[in-house]
């Protein structure tokens, strides 16, 4: 019989098979234990000021009395809807000492979308930055929610900078359009008023349901997938587990690029990372590729995580190379698949390997992952994380032998409870225990997984399946090409065929050149039949490509 799980052969050492997901009973209690241990360690900065572990703690409990001052009880959902700023983690434990659901809310929804997320979830409260409060404004009165607390950019960074970045942000920038919201109250007035309010002790239970994180899934609209205190604690001991052989306890400075309200940097940075007493340096606006490499340059960190996008660009910066590396160790990067030529120069300009990762909203998020020993494969997700199985199944469902390409399905004690108010959706997406991911990959024969492509992307040319990954990853080491997404067109030959979007990054660049080059590198079915030229190409609040926006607009052509 052939070993169900021949990758733990690879682990590296210190690192088990397995380990105890059940070793706290709510993820707040895990929290008191990190906040006890690393007191006077700082635990996030942002714009040149920092929070100790004991003040976070102080903070959220302030915060949480005040929730419960404004008659919120434990199971009411409180959305928070902010970029990456120091009143993101106080809100979020704080409202989880409260008892309350988190409603991660992305900031750049439009009104349309918060409408649905606040009524799927029945959202009571809400922690919203000023600068997106009149989206809100215009569907309040079609929402449950009741108590709004307002953060602005400046208010937690001290005083006279807090006025003078705040005097910037809404005066000379003008980002913050004209609001009217009644009965709103400052998150710095939020916190006084929590400072008179006693906040009762609420105790939780492991399958009790603490954070609603929409995604859009395999398919369909937006759901939320209701992740439980022990889908959330299981995945942080398995982080700790993976990462902890290879991290100074307490010692740690990890850049945090990507917002906090995204699954990834939520578990990643703002929980597991923090339970291990590191310092998490909080950037407002990864877009401004500039001020990230001098926030680089004025703080060596040892650990970064991002997305492929962003990794492309810092090293496309003219600066980025001489950012001192000494001491970054570890790079983690996910949320979409790493492209292997990107991957390559970013350990010839850091020194440092970029360790790939896979994972879904519905696994709270993180399935497996490449080791931070130098073991790491380039050009693969790694290995399944402890207690976490992995396998390929075909369309029946049947599995997969090692280089058979299918569906990737994972079961472990991250998986979700399942999508909130939506049977069917969960019963489409978790069957037997095993989570569909919708992913199609291969697993290697000694255990390493590899990503394919998403099953909705794969084109199909002439009954041949072409998986856009595998031609942006070749376009991309064009030493003219930026940026690329390939996507399927109706094609009278051949059913579909391949269309490319490019930014480049020679202006030089001609549609015959790059298409030649194709041909040189790719099977023939492959190639792709047009080339369009973009400035820029659809991006998630995270970075990643939206092809499905490049495959809508051609469709209405």
């Not at 199909?460 to 399927?488: C, D, Q, R, T």
């Amino acid at each position: 019989m052939a070993d169900e799980r021949p990758w733990l052969k690879l682990y590296p050492k210190g690192v088990p098979a397995n380990v105890d997901v059940d070793a706290y009973p709510t993820l707040t209690a895990m929290l008191d234990e990190t906040f006890a241990k690393y007191r006077g360690k700082v635990a996030f900065s942002c714009m040149g000021k920092s929070l100790t572990f004991d003040e976070i703690d102080r903070l959220s409990t302030r915060f949480g009395a005040y929730l419960h001052s404004r008659g919120l009880q434990p199971g009411d959902r409180i959305a928070l809807m902010m970029p990456n700023l120091l009143q993101y983690p106080i809100a979020l434990f704080g409202a989880l000492r409260a008892g309350l659901v988190i409603v991660n809310t992305n900031p750049l929804y439009t009104p349309r979308e918060m409408l649905h997320q606040f009524n799927d979830s029945g959202a009571k409260a809400i922690v919203i930055a000023e600068n997106f409060a009149s989206n809100l404004e215009k569907i309040l009165g079609q929402t449950q929610i009741k108590t709004i607390i307002l953060a602005s950019i400046g208010e937690m960074l001290g005083f006279p900078k807090g006025l003078i970045v705040n005097f910037v942000v809404r005066s000379i920038k003008k980002m913050v359009p004209k609001y009217n919201l009644p009965n709103t109250v400052t998150f710095t007035q939020a916190l006084a008023g929590g400072h008179r309010f006693s906040l009762p002790q609420f105790e939780g239970k492991p399958e009790d349901v603490i954070l609603l994180q929409y995604t859009g899934g395999t398919t369909g609209v937006s759901k939320g997938a209701m992740l439980t205190n022990r889908n959330l604690v299981a995945n942080m001991v398995q982080m700790r587990a993976w990462m902890q052989p290879f991290l100074r306890e307490g010692e740690e400075v990890a850049l945090c690029p990507l917002p906090l309200y995204h699954i990834f940097a939520f578990s990643v940075n703002c929980l597991a990372l923090m339970a291990q007493g590191a310092e998490n340096v909080l950037i407002t606006n990864a877009r401004d590729i500039p001020g990230l490499v001098k926030t680089l340059k004025e703080r060596p960190v040892s650990l970064i995580s991002g997305v492929n996008t962003l990794f492309n660009a810092l090293l496309n910066h003219p600066d980025f190379a001489s950012c001192d590396f000494s001491r970054l160790r570890i790079t983690v990067g996910g949320g979409m698949a790493v492209q292997k030529p990107v991957a390559e120069r970013w350990q010839q300009v850091t020194g440092c390997f970029l360790s790939e990762g896979y994972g879904m909203t519905e696994a709270s998020p993180v399935i497996t992952a490449n080791p931070f020993d130098g073991s790491g494969r380039l050009g693969t997700i790694g290995l399944p994380f402890p207690s976490t199985d992995v396998r390929i199944v075909n369309e029946t469902g049947s599995p997969l032998g090692p280089g058979e390409v299918g569906e990737i399905q994972c079961k472990g004690p991250q998986v979700m409870k399942g999508y909130y108010n939506r049977p069917e959706a969960t019963a489409d997406t978790i069957r037997d225990g095993w989570l569909c991911t919708g992913d199609i990959g291969l697993m290697e024969p000694d255990g390493y997984f590899r990503i394919v492509d998403r099953k909705k992307d794969m084109i199909l040319v002439s009954g041949f399946n072409v998986y856009p990954n595998e031609i942006e990853e070749v376009v991309i080491a064009h030493p003219k090409v930026l940026e690329a997404a390939a996507v399927g067109i109706p094609d009278e030959k051949s059913g579909e065929a391949v269309k490319l979007f490019v930014v480049k990054k020679d202006a030089s660049l001609k549609e015959d050149e790059l298409i030649e080059y194709c041909r040189q590198n790719l099977t023939g079915y492959k190639v792709p039949k047009s080339v369009e030229f973009r400035t820029e190409l659809p991006k998630t609040n995270v970075g990643k490509i939206l092809r499905r926006e490049l495959r809508e607009e051609v469709m209405k052509k």
